[in-house]
């Protein structure tokens, strides 16, 4: 059968190879599943460590932490990828990110030999099936026109970010473009770089376009448009649990279980839930549907599973490096906004509204859509975790 990997040098194919079972953390039905759309998705996993050396970080300065070799490799292909994502809907600043980390700023033997920057046509099996482009121009367009044909990045809302990088981003990886559950964070702050140089340039950026986006497959206008607190609003990628949530929720009881906040309604297409599971979590009256649409659409964890609270609660519990378990108090003295509180029969979100209320917001299945209503109550029922990445 065959597996999407990208495949950088002779080193990490062999790796792949021999030892599969020690790296890959993918099911057989997942690969099954990128197999049959066609999908080509990002795994670390199949790179060399060489690939990853001398990566720089943004550290705030106008050269934003980048290497000599990536300022290079964005100088020389943002015109390229600027005029692509013109052309597609797409932002220009993700995927020259993305090229960034998938061809070693463009070292890796495929971006050398075959104008392919993003090992696009790859197998683990078969690495000399990587595409070979006549020229750049021909490679990066490569990209774009493997994000338009595949229909799991158009359901996933890819479209609907064409002056958003961070929400494209989370679109493609929510749609399974990368394995690596830390890809977001991997290309986000390379984003920020590449933002941070193209102001230094004067590039126009993607964000400058305020006009609306809409979707050709599903009308939905951009989260972004819709004043949802989108990805480029804040610290890097969203991961706002908290902001998430409120702007999900209704602030009262007052809405039937079928009438979701039209927020929630576009973000459950987004995260790719409306068409998913039983009817409830379809429309949005179900908690665990709501927190994994949160945690989904913020950006926080792509991954996470749904549906099922019990399901939900042993994701948690068995995620360490993503959720920190914290002490169920009688009181909310050491809850942050965001925390989740889950037992097997029922997940909610602990937030703090505009006022500095401390809330529970959650629905609950088959009787309310999401809200915020409640204050905060203690259950020493519930296990609380925390998201230990970026959320605010």
Request: charged content about 20%; some cysteine.
């Amino acid at each position: 059968m065959k597996r999407s990997f990208l495949i950088t040098s002779i080193v990490a194919i062999l790796a792949v190879i021999l030892a599969p079972s020690a790296t890959l953390a993918i099911s057989e039905s997942t690969l099954d599943f990128y197999d049959r759309n066609g999908i080509y998705y990002y795994n670390p996993d199949g790179f060399s460590e060489g690939c990853y050396a001398g990566l720089g970080s943004y550290d705030g300065v106008t050269t934003a932490g980048l290497t000599d070799l990536q300022a290079a490799f964005i100088d020389t292909y943002h015109g390229i990828a600027a005029e692509l994502s013109a052309e597609y809907g797409i932002p220009w600043e993700t995927v020259v990110a993305q090229g960034i980390i998938e061809s070693a700023s463009g070292t890796s033997n495929f971006a050398r030999e075959r104008n392919n920057f993003f090992g696009i046509g790859a197998f683990d099996s078969n690495p000399n099936a990587a595409k070979s482009y006549s020229s750049p121009q021909e490679g990066w367009k490569g990209y774009y026109e493997n994000i338009e044909k595949t229909s799991t990045y158009r359901q996933h809302g890819a479209f609907n970010y064409s002056n958003d990088p961070y929400g494209y981003l989370v679109a493609i990886k929510a749609a399974g473009y990368a394995s690596d559950p830390n890809y977001v964070q991997k290309v986000g702050e390379y984003i920020k770089a590449i933002e941070n140089r193209a102001k230094e340039k004067g590039w126009a950026l993607s964000s400058e376009n305020t006009s609306p986006v809409v979707s050709s497959s599903t009308g939905l206008s951009s989260p972004t448009s819709l004043g949802l607190h989108g990805c480029s609003s804040s610290t890097y990628g969203n991961g706002d649990i908290n902001k998430t949530a409120l702007d999900l929720s209704w602030p009262d009881r007052s809405h039937a279980f079928d009438d979701p906040n039209p927020a929630y309604k576009k973000a459950l297409d987004e995260v790719g839930l409306s068409n998913y599971g039983e009817k409830n979590v379809q429309i949005g009256a179900s908690c665990d549907a709501f927190v994994a649409t949160v945690l989904r659409f913020s950006g926080a964890d792509p991954n996470v599973v749904c549906c099922g609270a019990a399901n939900m609660l042993k994701y948690f519990a068995t995620h360490p490096d993503l959720y920190e378990e914290i002490p169920n108090l009688d009181n909310s003295s050491n809850l942050q906004p965001g925390d989740i509180r889950v037992r097997p029969d029922h997940i909610e979100l602990f937030v703090v509204d505009e006022s500095g209320t401390g809330r529970i917001a959650s629905a609950s299945k088959g009787d309310r859509t999401a809200d915020h209503a409640r204050d905060f109550y203690a259950n020493s029922e519930y296990r609380v975790f925390r998201f230990k990445g970026f959320n605010k």
